[in-house]
């Protein structure tokens, strides 16, 4: 079984009727009781994300598939499965990107330059980084269970708890405000990759 988290805001979600066989989530941040998981306006995807994993850790089921409100747009025509077969998913991999990739430097250049990905993640929570950061354009993507649980739950609190920062504002580009969800949109594949250990990890 797939998990579907959908972080929604005001799209139109009828597309979420086409799964028969997955648990559907939607986190709705439009502010409306409307019947759906309601979260504050905060954070973006990213902050739903990391609010469903917190809250959902010992509830998992073997992959869990992670969408926007209309990931047909985030994905520019590059969605890699169709929907109707994400409630069958099961390529035996920890991360599957379901947009397309791209390339920046850990200070999010050349972006969103001034992310300071190094500073405020890398060096915080992490023993290695890459040299660079290769990621799925909008935050669209698949990760196992066996992923997701290889950091603790406490690694995930303290990263979205990151988000009530108020001293690393200003993105650069378009971006504006806390620059967590822009980080994390670049950091995903890393969370998930366990060749990259987290100081979480020590002894």
């Keep these: 079984m797939t998990d579907v988290v959908v972080a929604r805001y005001n799209e139109n979600v009828d597309?979420?009727?086409?799964?028969?066989?997955s648990r559907v989530f939607i986190y709705d941040k439009s502010g409306i009781n409307n019947g759906w998981i309601n979260l504050p306006n905060v954070g973006r995807e990213a902050h739903t994300y990391l609010t469903h994993i917190i809250n959902n850790y010992d509830?998992?089921?073997?992959?869990?598939?992670?969408?926007?409100?209309?990931?047909?747009?985030?994905?520019?025509?590059?969605?890699?499965?169709r929907i109707n077969e994400l409630d069958d998913f099961n390529a035996n991999v920890d991360f599957y990107n379901l947009s397309?990739?791209?390339?920046?430097n850990l200070d999010g250049t050349p972006h969103h330059p001034n992310l300071n990905i190094d500073?405020?993640?890398?060096?915080?929570?992490?023993?290695?980084k890459p040299q660079f950061l290769k990621f799925p354009v909008g935050a669209l993507f698949i990760a196992s269970k066996r992923a997701i649980l290889n950091r603790s739950k406490q690694f995930y609190i303290d990263i979205l708890n990151e988000f009530n920062r108020t001293d690393i504002d200003n993105c650069g580009g378009n971006a504006k405000g806390n620059k967590m969800p822009w980080i994390c949109e670049r950091i995903w594949p890393y969370i998930?990759?366990?060749d990259y250990k987290t100081k979480y990890d020590l002894p």
């Design 15 to 21: 597309w979420c009727k086409n799964f028969k066989n």
């Design 59 to 81: 509830n998992l089921s073997e992959y869990v598939c992670f969408l926007q409100g209309n990931p047909f747009d985030g994905a520019k025509g590059h969605l890699n499965i």
């Design 100 to 104: 397309y990739y791209t390339v920046c």
């Design 119 to 128: 500073e405020i993640i890398f060096d915080r929570f992490f023993i290695n």
């Design 192 to 194: 998930f990759n366990r």
